[in-house]
């Protein structure tokens, strides 16, 4: 046996067992909750429930306060994305090609709302809302899961502007295309992979946001995660597991449908301080 | 022939100071133009005017007689090759090509046949169903010269467009553009700081320096009488020599010159090396004395150094049999067939 492992070599052997602990940690829990979702009975110390079983399944598709969360969730989400889309793209768009004054501090200052605890912020957000009667509304849900995702709606659609050149864009003026043409032949669809990676980002950051739903939307608008709270703290931990599993699925499929787009190259560029 | 391009009294200044004041010049139809200039004189800057990039603060573009200094670029007759960054990467080759007719909207079957004959112009067809990022860099910078020649424009003006690609390539493509602007009769106007291009491509250049156009004239006019000290310094390799005007003469050391230009004062004299004339010193005659302080065979020809007593090193091209029967430090004495004066600022 050992001649067989001085063959592979250690370095060989060490990189397997880093993969062996890396699927462990990141696959292992996952696992662990597929099989609680479909589990009436498990007790320690069996490796494998007693009972296999949909009920939990039954249950949190029939309770109609969970189904309802779960539209809810979807709808916002969308709504979060799109109005993020129509306010953010403009403005990353006028980043990374208008030179006005104080741009890079402008630039900067959607890194505030990540520089406090969000629970400080989501109260003196509150405060306000009271004021202006958004409490309980869903504008006011909308509005503060926006601000979670100002930041990457900006800084990498801005950084996806700027990689487009200054000659494709006045090459395509040159053979005659008017400049909204050009943006939207030219400069758009290459802006696109980072616009993209951007806006999945901000739907799936909207699906799991929790605290400052929980201030702003409480009692009507109770999101996936919301329900969560409650369902883990009342119902056996399947019940917890079948309701993770659906919250997890939508960013399995989308990153699974964006893998083409999502690249570590277009993240890093947002990212970098130009 | 009519006249294609007429700029007149164009002027543009950039809040850094630099720019061009006053520029006028005729493109001839059919005509191959160079600008050409060191880096920041404002070759570029008329480019970009010609092209509808620039808003020049005055003056008046005429193309094919029509003023076009209010229009933008989309809806002018001409056409741009960039120095990089040309083709959109999102877009096969057939599509960016076609990009420009489309929006024409010409008939698909025109639009094919144009892609062909202009892919088969720069040499490189079948690669409609290629993207850019499959292509070489030099293969990429003919797409875009491709693109530009299909929209058929008025004038095809040439940012710097082969400075980005290696020396032979660069060659090579020089003589394709040649080739494509006989075959076309297409007038081109092209930007380069590179001399050596300059003097290959076209039937005239336009020497810039710091936002004044110093001459136009054809590529042997250029190398052989150039108007101004700066274009003597910037064109080819040149020996500059202080000396003075006596009783109407020009006069270097010995040597004495026919005052043409009627200078006056103190003047620099100009040389090119292959006007240089070497013979061992006699220790009589007319001429300027030196020594010979290196030698360097380049090929069909050599170049030699000589340190002349009072006035600097000189350099000259002599043909490789002569330099065996010179000598370092050997005693020679200079003679020129050929020199240009200039007043001394």
Redesign the interface.
Known sequence: MSWYFRAIGFRKIFEFLLLVAFVVFFVGPLLNLAVLAFSSKWNYPDLLPRQWSLQWWHFVLQEEDIAKSIGLSFLIAGLVTVLSIVLCIPAAYAFARIRFPLSRFFLFSFLLTHAFPKMGLYVSIAVLFYKLGLMNTLLGVVLVHMINVLMFMTWIPTAAFRNVHTAQEESARDVGATPFRVFRSITLPMAMPGILVASIFTFLNSLDEAQGTFLVGIPDFKTMPIVMYSIIADFPSSAGAVFSIILTAPTIILLLAAQRFVSADIMASGFQVK | MSVQLSIRNLTKRYKTGEGVTDISLDVKKGELVTLLGPSGCGKTTVLRSI???LEPDSGEIMIASRNVVKL???KRP???V?????????MSIYENLA??LK??KTPKSEIKSAVEEALRLVRLPGVEKKFPSQLSGGQQQRI?VA??LL?KPEVLLLDEPFSALDAKLRHEMREELREIQTETGLTMVFVTHDQEEALSLSDRIIVMNQGNIEQIAAPQDIYDSPDTLFVAQFIGKMNFLKGVVEEDKLRVGSLVFPNTKRLEGSIVIAVRPEDVMIVADSGEGDGLHGTIKQMMVLGHYAEVSVELDGHGTIRAFQPRDRVKELSMGQRVTVAFAKVIAYPNK
């Not at chain 2, 960039?82 to 999102?90: A, C, D, K, R």
Request: without cysteine.
């Open positions: 092209g509808g990039f933008p670029p989309e001409t056409s741009m960039f120095q990089g960054y040309n083709l959109w990467p999102h990009f420009g929006i024409r875009a693109r530009s929209l």
